[in-house]
């Protein structure tokens, strides 16, 4: 463990209390995709399934595979609440904060990565290539957030992603 992935972990976290809080203080998902939402389901439990079972076997490889296959569909799983966001034209503060610190959690996990190859020689390019994509996906929003959120204005999209 470094500061990097702890960081990281922590923003996940701290995005994950948002979403619920909004949900749980508004009493809606509204301006929250669905779509974005069963995509991360699937990413993470298709990403977990092997702790069910110590066996290793074809059993065990299949379950690798899928490990693959969540981190491939958790670099493409927040485009729809990006082209939601884009098509509405605008989102609630709580959501902009939500997906900042999604984006933050895959942000700082390209940077444990750098620091895992430099200290412990370790590099899974599936994870650091898919990881990239996903960074690049929150590059605009991340120039948003901080050009109109931070300051107080209410986000909105003046063109598609």
């Not at 976290?13 to 991360?40: D, E, H, N, P, V």
């Not at 491939?72 to 509405?88: D, G, H, N, R, W």
């Not at 959690?105 to 200290?119: C, D, F, G, H, S």
Request: charged share 15%; aromatic share 18%.
């Amino acid at each position: 463990m470094n500061i990097f992935r702890i960081l990281g972990d922590l923003s996940h976290l701290l995005a994950m209390i948002l979403l619920l809080g909004k949900i749980w203080r508004s009493q809606s998902c509204a301006g929250i995709s669905g779509k974005s939402q069963i995509l991360f389901a699937l990413v993470f439990t298709t990403r977990y399934l092997d702790l069910f079972t110590n066996f290793i076997s074809t059993y065990n490889t299949l379950m690798k595979i899928l490990w693959t296959f969540s981190i491939y569909l958790e670099s493409v799983a927040i485009l729809p609440q990006l082209f939601m966001i884009s098509k509405t034209g605008e989102a609630e503060t709580i959501t902009t904060h939500y997906l900042f610190f999604l984006g933050l959690y895959r942000a700082l996990y390209l940077a444990n990565w750098i620091w895992r190859y430099q200290t412990e020689n370790f590099y899974d390019q599936i994870a650091v290539v898919s990881g990239v994509v996903q960074t690049i996906f929150y590059c605009d929003f991340f120039y948003l957030y901080v050009t109109k959120v931070l300051k107080g204005k209410k986000l909105s999209l003046p063109m598609p992603i």
